[in-house]
Antibody
């Protein structure tokens, strides 16, 4: 079955970092774009970056430059999103989404990250 | 960073037709922006309905179609069903960086 499964919910204190994983099964991430998208409570979708595992590079929006890092491990078919210097506004559901046959056709279930002192 | 604009809310009658649009602050939307359309229902992850302007997935109901219209990306729903009530987001690509619109809350009433 083609799917991506994300890691579980996280609770972090302001200033900390969080690392969310996204593991594909039924296909390989290698050579396919994997995106990270977040959604704060009651808000819209926000693009956080993408990676093409296997050497295709990364791309981030200007507002997250230096604070978000997306990495990939082709040996475990897993992509990671690391967000540092967390603040309360980073409280959100974080989704990974990938191309399988094309067109961002596979989405993870979402990971809730709560930033609270 | 570019700003992508969508109607905040729209209402359509059951069986009716409605067009949602996706505009860009940088100028006309073209196929080179690879417009995507996503549907999200409460408590669910988004799902992709339309990609690269007009391509559908196997799960995309035939009543949805994507196009370019008047310098904007467009999602047309023809023959609205109650289950189409949802939030709809578009995204545009700017040299490999994606930007989402603010979303359109579609009510079927």
């Amino acid at each position: 079955q083609v799917q991506v499964v994300q890691s579980g919910a996280e609770v972090k204190k302001p200033g900390a970092s969080v690392k969310v994983s996204c593991k594909a099964s039924g296909y390989t991430f290698t050579g396919k774009n994997v995106h990270w998208v977040r959604q704060a409570p009651g808000q819209g979708l926000e693009w956080m970056g993408r990676i093409t595992p296997g050497g295709g590079g990364t791309r981030y929006p200007q507002r997250f430059q230096g604070r978000v890092t997306v990495t990939g491990d082709t040996s475990t078919n897993t992509v990671y999103m690391d967000l540092s210097s967390l603040r309360s506004e980073d409280t959100a559901v974080y989704y990974c989404a990938s191309h399988y046959e094309g067109g961002l056709d596979v989405w993870g279930q979402g990971t809730t990250v709560t930033v609270s002192s | 960073q570019a700003v992508v604009t969508q109607e905040p809310s729209l209402t359509v009658s059951p069986g009716g037709t409605v067009t949602l649009t996706c505009g860009s602050s940088t100028g006309p939307v073209t196929s080179g922006h690879y417009p995507y359309w996503f549907q999200q229902k409460p408590g669910q992850a988004p799902r992709t309905l339309i990609y690269d302007t007009s391509n559908k997935h196997s799960w995309t109901p035939a009543r949805f179609s994507g196009s370019l219209l008047g310098g904007k990306g467009a999602l047309t729903l023809s023959g609205a069903q109650p289950e189409d009530e949802a939030d709809y987001y578009c995204s545009l690509s700017y040299s490999g960086a994606s930007v989402f619109g603010g979303g359109t809350k579609l009510t079927v009433l």
